[in-house]
C-alpha cells in the first residue's frame, strides 16, 4: 500500500527582482518530482547539498506549498482533505530534522517536548502521557532521568534521540528524517541509525531517509533516489541493505 505519495511536484524561488519588486529570475528547484512510500517499507533520497532535498521534504510535510504538483497522504491530497483527514496525516507523517537544536523548543523541558504532539492531538490523562513518554524514551535510548532538564543540558546525540521521541510517541506511519545524522559527532552518527533500524523492527514506520551520504541511506532503505538537478530518479529497488 503507498502510504505517502507527491506527483509532478515543481517548485522554483525567484533570485532577482527589478525596481518594482518584480521577479525577474527564478532558479527552478524542483521540476516534476514524483515519489511513492510503500508502507513499512523505507525509501532514501540522496543529492548534493543545495540540489532541493530540504525543500521537498518540507513540501511533504505541508511546510512549504508547491508552485504544481499534490501530495497525497493513503490516496487523498492534503490539499484538499477535511479536517479529519487532514489531522490523521499531521499525526502519522511525522518529521526528524538535520539540526535537533534548532528544532526542539529550548524552554521546554525534556517530557513537555516528548508529550506535545500528544496533548495536540488526543485526549489523554496527565498519568497516561507520562507513562507513554517514558516508555518512548526507553525505546529511544533515554534514561527517565532526562525528563526534567532543557535541550541544552543534553548532548547532541541526546537531542536527536528526543527529537525522535518526540515523533515516535505518535505512532507515525512515516518518519520523513531529513539529514538526521548530518549534525552529530561521527561516533554519534552510527548509534543514531542503529535505533532508527530498531525502531522500524518495533514499530514498522516507513522511513523517508533523505541524505547527501550513500553509507547513512544505504543502511537503512530499501529503495532509493537520487535528486540532481531538480528532477528525482529511481536508481535501485529491493533488498540492498548492508548486513
Ligand atoms: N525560501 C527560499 N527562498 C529562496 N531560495 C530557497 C528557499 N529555500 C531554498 N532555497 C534554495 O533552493 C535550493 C535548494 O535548497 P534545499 O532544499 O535546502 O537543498 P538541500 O536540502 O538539498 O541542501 C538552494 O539553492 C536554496 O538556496
Ligand atoms: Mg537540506
Redesign the pocket.
Known amino acids: 500500500m503507498v502510504v505517502l505519495e507527491c506527483r509532478d511536484i515543481s517548485i522554483s524561488?525567484?533570485?532577482k527582482r527589478d525596481f518594482f519588486g518584480r521577479v525577474t529570475e527564478k532558479?527552478s528547484?524542483l521540476n516534476g518530482v514524483s515519489l511513492k512510500l510503500e508502507k513499512g517499507k523505507s525509501t532514501g533520497i540522496l543529492?548534493?547539498?543545495?540540489?532541493?532535498?530540504?525543500?521537498?521534504?518540507?513540501i511533504l510535510l505541508d511546510l512549504?506549498k508547491p508552485d504544481t504538483g499534490d501530495v497525497f497522504y493513503r490516496g487523498n491530497s492534503i490539499y484538499k482533505m477535511d479536517r479529519k483527514e487532514y489531522k490523521s496525516y499531521r499525526v502519522n507523517v511525522q518529521a526528524v530534522f538535520q539540526n535537533p537544536y534548532n528544532s526542539l523548543n529550548p524552554r521546554m523541558k525534556v517530557k513537555d517536548i516528548v508529550a506535545e504532539g500528544l496533548r495536540i492531538n488526543f485526549k489523554f490523562k496527565r498519568d497516561e502521557i507520562e507513562t507513554m513518554v517514558r516508555s518512548t524514551l526507553s525505546s529511544c535510548g533515554l534514561p527517565d532521568s532526562i525528563m526534567e532538564l532543557y535541550p541544552h543540558q543534553l548532548s547532541g546525540g541526546q537531542r536527536q534521540r528526543v527529537a525522535i521521541a518526540r515523533a515516535v510517541i505518535l505512532k507515525p506511519e512515516v518518519i520523513i528524517a531529513?539529514?538526521p545524522t548530518s549534525a552529530l559527532d561521527v561516533s554519534v552518527q552510527s548509534q543514531i541509525i542503529n535505533l532508527f533500524i530498531e525502531l522500524q523492527e518495533t514499530f514498522s514506520i516507513s522511513y523517508l531517509f533523505?541524505s547527501?551520504n550513500p553509507a547513512v541511506v544505504d543502511a537503512l532503505c530499501d529503495d532509493l533516489y537520487v535528486?540532481d538537478k531538480g528532477k528525482l530518479c529511481y536508481v535501485e529497488s529491493g533488498d540492498f541493505k548492508s548486513g
Do not use: Q
Request: glycine share 14%; aromatic share 4%.
Open positions: 524561488y525567484p533570485v532558479i528547484v543529492g548534493d547539498s543545495g540540489c532541493g532535498k530540504t525543500t521537498l521534504a518540507r512549504e531529513d539529514e533523505i547527501h535528486l
